[in-house]
């Protein structure tokens, strides 16, 4: 029996054109009258063809930067090609970052009606799905805060139960799941399998290869705008894995290793019985309480637990971004957040340009960050496409580009939340060794994920957080252990 074709893509093409890596009126107006139109352009996709069928999964993998998330905007009708065609028949529903599409200054509630009717749906016909769409996105009282105050894996849950729970009959997820704890990974993954029974079809793109290599029926590998592998998921992430570590080893840059622990004596972070109070409907909430630990020099602490545990809420609290209603805490020496993918980007300036206010913004000579510049842009492997508007960007690239900005300027207290969660994997063994090194220099390191391997052997130290409260505290691997016992327990239920 011959399947029905959903998606039919014939040597489909899209260029960008980099005299528009400044898109404002006022920069264009003035570009062209001084007769600056540099006409370089760049094919983030070139010649793809592919067929994709009613019932599939259908995983696309890839390095920051191939043009994965190029592809998923033509499929959604976002981005038009240049050369070729693509027929997709049906609705289509993208998620196509986490919280794509979100109003930051909203509630979650307002902003599933808001998106909702932004696929075409009404008022009534999005009422009928809201308490689905709560009650799948796990966030409780927090659909009536506001979204600037979510973590990005708050947002990622949200942003899927609304694309998922609204019936599409292709759903396109890009790099949408990553920021997913393991509890509502598994859920996530099982909606998937759903919604393909009803569905016509469903197409990942993904960094987790043990995901696409599970949970997909076919794999795309594109590199560098052009597919270089399809068919089974488990030959085609053989593929793209065997050629990760060539380039890798062209740019002298190891596996992910086990940190060798030196930490001293010195305490670099004391927090004493901290507790952050929101309001909310009128109530308070404790987002964290009695929260105390220390962090000595040579610590790197990974920072586990699931999506709405107070995770971010305490990086931004040692960050200085919010003060403790109760207790205290004490940091000493110079602090560097990367606390979201692309935190203090402007999204209509270049990567270049973000580079210069980013760094200023931290507090560094404009001198200074020219002398950093190459490094930044070498360390992200952005040279192609460091002159371009960061809003064409993945969300691996903005990663790339945060987390490089970021450990250039050598912080003595560096803390990363949920901000490695979209790169690739040669970009995040890089990070990975990036803040080993840094041990040496820096203070301390502290990091929110989701990836327990990284946790059992980057970290020295891993704290647990559950419903705001400090569960665990101490080696790495017993964490995890704790951790994954509990979210099995809650399966089981």
């Not at 011959?2 to 893509?9: D, G, L, M, R, V």
């Not at 043990?210 to 597919?227: E, L, P, V, Y």
């Not at 000493?332 to 203090?344: D, K, N, P, V």
Request: a positive charge.
């Amino acid at each position: 029996m011959k399947q029905e074709t959903i998606i039919s893509a014939n040597d489909i093409g899209v260029k960008y054109d980099s005299r528009f890596k400044r898109d404002d009126i006022k920069s264009l107006s003035h570009d062209l009258l001084l007769g600056k139109t540099d006409k370089k352009s760049f094919w983030a996709l070139k010649d793809i063809s592919f067929e994709a069928y009613k019932g599939e999964i259908l995983g696309v993998i890839g390095s920051n930067g191939a043009g994965k998330s190029t592809l998923c905007k033509v499929i959604a009708k976002i981005l038009h090609p240049d050369s070729g065609e693509i027929e997709v028949k049906g609705k289509v529903s993208a998620l196509l970052s986490m919280g794509a599409g979100f109003n930051r200054e909203l509630s979650g509630r307002d902003n599933v009606y808001l998106n909702g009717m932004m696929m075409g749906m009404s008022r009534t016909q999005v009422k009928e799905y809201f308490d689905e769409i709560h009650k799948f996105s796990g966030l409780g009282d927090f659909i009536d805060e506001s979204i600037k105050n979510y973590s990005s894996g708050m947002r990622a849950r949200l942003g899927f139960s609304i694309a998922a729970m609204l019936n599409p009959e292709t759903l396109v997820l890009d790099e949408a799941l990553n920021t997913g704890d393991l509890e509502f990974s598994k859920r996530a993954t099982k909606k998937i399998n759903e919604l393909v029974i009803r569905a016509k079809m469903v197409i990942i793109v993904s960094h987790n290869i043990k995901f696409i290599r599970r949970n997909c029926t076919r794999a795309i590998w594109i590199n560098s705008g052009s597919i270089e592998a399809e068919g089974d998921p488990k030959d085609v992430a053989a593929k793209y894995r065997a050629a990760v570590p060539k380039r890798m080893k062209k740019k002298k840059v190891v596996n992910l290793k086990q940190t060798e622990s030196d930490v001293k004596e010195k305490e670099v972070v004391i927090a004493k019985n901290l507790g952050i109070k929101f309001k909310m409907q009128g109530e308070d909430f404790w987002p964290l309480k009695n929260i105390s630990f220390s962090v000595s020099e040579g610590d790197i602490i990974g920072i586990i637990g699931h999506n709405g545990a107070g995770k971010s809420t305490l990086c931004r609290t040692l960050s200085g971004i919010y003060r403790p209603d109760e207790g205290e805490v004490h940091t000493e020496g110079a602090t560097t957040a990367l606390l979201s993918i692309g935190s203090g980007f402007n999204r209509h300036l270049s990567g270049m340009d973000n580079i210069i206010l980013v760094g200023m913004l931290m507090g560094i000579s404009k001198k200074k960050i020219h002398e950093l510049k190459d490094e930044i842009i070498e360390f992200a492997n952005l040279e192609k496409h460091i002159h371009k508007p960061v809003k064409n960007y993945s969300s691996g690239m903005r990663s790339r580009l945060g987390f490089s900005i970021a450990s250039a300027i050598q912080p003595e207290l560096f803390i990363i939340d949920e901000a490695l969660s979209a790169g690739d994997m040669e970009f995040r063994a890089k990070a990975s060794e990036r803040m080993q090194e840094m041990i040496t220099d820096a203070k301390a390191v502290i990091v929110v994920t989701h990836n327990m391997k990284f946790v059992e052997k980057v970290c020295t130290r891993s704290i647990w957080i559950n419903k705001g409260e400090l569960v665990f505290d101490g080696d790495p691997k017993e964490a995890v252990n704790q951790y994954r016992k509990q979210v099995t327990k809650k399966e089981k239920r």
